[in-house]
């Protein structure tokens, strides 16, 4: 709709243009009726009416100096004078000004206005389309410009270009708001299918949000992360007005979004580097939680995980494999605790739990349990956990369904004697094991021990012990302080050579390449986290 402007020093005529027609016929909106060109002025810096019909005699500011000031700051504005019969001069004046029609009081009836209205929307009409393709083209721009700041490629000096026409409103001073809803992949498969019903209403809020005396643009980058260019410095109230979106979007769609914030600026050329900032900084909200406020400078260092000096993931595991599920859950736990604590990388939070799983997984499976339960749409939810709350969240929902799943007596079981055998080698695999020690180690014969493992497992001693190997060969590769050689040692295998031929065989990769891998990989996660 069209927004309408009335001014006049006379209550009377505010009325009666405000009755005189059905403004909503006309897809008009009257946004205010105001009784001097001041109050005028005001109004219009806020709203940016379409079409102000203005008294010209008024106290304080009259009708010309209105025209002048408004005329100035957006030319398409369009401006019909009202006059009495001797206000000629007036007149002369207000259409050198800018007044693109004219209309006296006394004779002024609804056809003269409607017909006068009607004149200015169709040059409002075609002053929006003309806006509305270069806002388009200008909005298209910025956006692919924000892409490649937040994907932490360099823009040439071209791209950073701002069109002075769609800033005017924040070249003294402004603020930027990163949004980005929380977990936004687990939302999307559980909630959501139409995304772009989410960017509307994400807007919705915003436009709610604001008060109509700040100027604010939005540039959303996908369906659910947005930059928001606010006007003013008063830096509270700025936090404020996230507060209440981050309130009002949990009423209203149960979704929680958080907020960086920026730094007050003074110069609108910086605000590539400002939104370079807010993007840096989101990166640091994994601990923060869901919903939450952060300010650009408040940083968070991260530190690497140390497994080597890490004991949580045996003790689970073990706790898993006897049926201990309450010391399980205990030092599960206690690793929570940790992590957060120390403020370990989320990329190598995630993966560490990740690992734990398909350990436990691995071990059931080779101890012959049938009918595994399948693990895949838990590390799918693990590895979309943007939040540490959404990680626990997740991860123990996913243990309470493996409990379960080992509850079950329906499946079937080793003989006692291979388990026994399986337990000893999973406790001494990264010795130098042969087949004649572990069966003195049994009281048992070579042949009866291999012939009896076999048949129950379905492989031999030695794939079990290189299965066992290798999946610890996984855990310690992700930790870029051992050396390759120092890995093959660890596992029990001092030949490196030989080490690298049998991990090739159990994952179609090297050593080395596997571990270049996992770098994209972790490169590639990092672009996830700040979505």
């Not at 010309?64 to 019969?85: G, M, P």
């Not at 000096?157 to 026409?165: G, W």
């Amino acid at each position: 709709m069209y927004k309408v402007l009335i001014v006049d020093d006379e209550r009377l005529i505010r009325m009666t243009l405000q009755n005189m027609l059905d403004w909503k016929e006309l897809n008009c909106d009257v946004v205010a009726a105001v009784k001097d060109g001041i109050e005028a002025y005001g109004v219009f810096q806020k709203v940016h009416p379409d079409l102000i019909i203005t008294d010209l005699k008024m106290p304080q500011m009259d009708g010309i100096e209105l025209i002048r000031k408004v005329k100035e700051e957006r030319a398409d504005t369009q401006i019909i004078a009202l006059s009495n019969y001797s206000d000629f001069e007036l007149v002369r004046d207000a259409m050198k000004a800018g007044a693109a029609d004219y209309l006296l009081k006394v004779t002024l009836d609804k056809e003269q206005l409607e017909k006068a209205v009607r004149q200015r929307l169709v040059h409002c009409e075609s002053a929006q389309e003309k806006e509305d393709s270069e806002e388009i083209k200008w909005l298209n721009h910025i956006k692919q410009t924000l892409l490649l700041i937040k994907n932490q490629e360099k823009i040439e000096k071209e791209d950073a270009y701002l069109e002075s026409a769609f800033v005017q409103p924040y070249k003294k001073e402004y603020q930027v708001a990163y949004l980005h809803v929380d977990n936004i992949h687990l939302f999307y498969e559980e909630k959501y299918e139409e995304h772009e019903k989410l960017e509307k209403f994400l807007y919705d809020q915003m436009r709610d949000s604001v008060p109509l005396d700040i100027e604010f643009r939005s540039f959303f980058l996908n369906h659910h992360t947005a930059i928001i260019l606010l006007q003013g410095g008063q830096k509270q109230r700025m936090a404020n007005i996230c507060h209440t979106m981050i309130r009002n979007i949990q009423q209203y769609l149960n979704v929680q979004i958080s907020f960086v914030l920026s730094n007050v600026m003074e110069d609108i050329k910086d605000f590539y580097q400002c939104c370079g900032d807010v993007f840096a900084a989101s990166r640091n909200h994994f601990y923060r939680g869901s919903g939450t406020l952060m300010f650009v400078e408040e940083k968070e260092e991260y530190v690497d995980l140390d497994v080597a000096h890490m004991s949580w993931h045996k003790d689970i595991m073990e706790a898993m494999s006897t049926r201990d599920f309450q010391k399980a859950e205990k030092m599960l736990e206690e690793s929570f605790n940790m992590m957060e604590k120390e403020c370990i990388e989320p990329y190598q939070v995630i993966e560490y739990y990740i690992f734990i799983l398909h350990n436990i997984e691995g071990n059931e499976m080779v101890k012959g349990h049938k009918n595994m339960y399948s693990l895949d749409t838990i590390v799918m939810n693990l590895r979309h956990c943007d939040t540490f709350s959404k990680l626990k969240e997740v991860l123990m929902e996913g243990f309470v369904l493996v409990e379960e799943w080992l509850k079950d007596e329906n499946f079937n079981r080793y003989r006692q004697e291979v388990v026994d055998v399986m337990n000893y080698l999973d406790e001494n695999y990264q010795e130098k094991l042969s087949l004649k020690e572990i069966a003195e180690h049994f009281s048992m014969s070579e042949s009866s021990l291999s012939h009896l493992f076999k048949n129950e497992t379905g492989m031999n001693l030695k794939s079990y012990i290189n299965e066992k190997r290798m999946k610890k060969a996984l855990e310690l590769l992700s930790n870029e302080s051992f050396k390759i050689k120092d890995v093959a040692a660890q596992i029990g295998m001092e030949d490196q050579l030989y080490f690298n031929r049998v991990f090739k065989k159990y994952y179609d990769l090297s050593p080395s390449d596997y571990r270049k891998k996992l770098q994209e990989e972790r490169n590639e996660n990092l672009d996830e986290v700040i979505e």
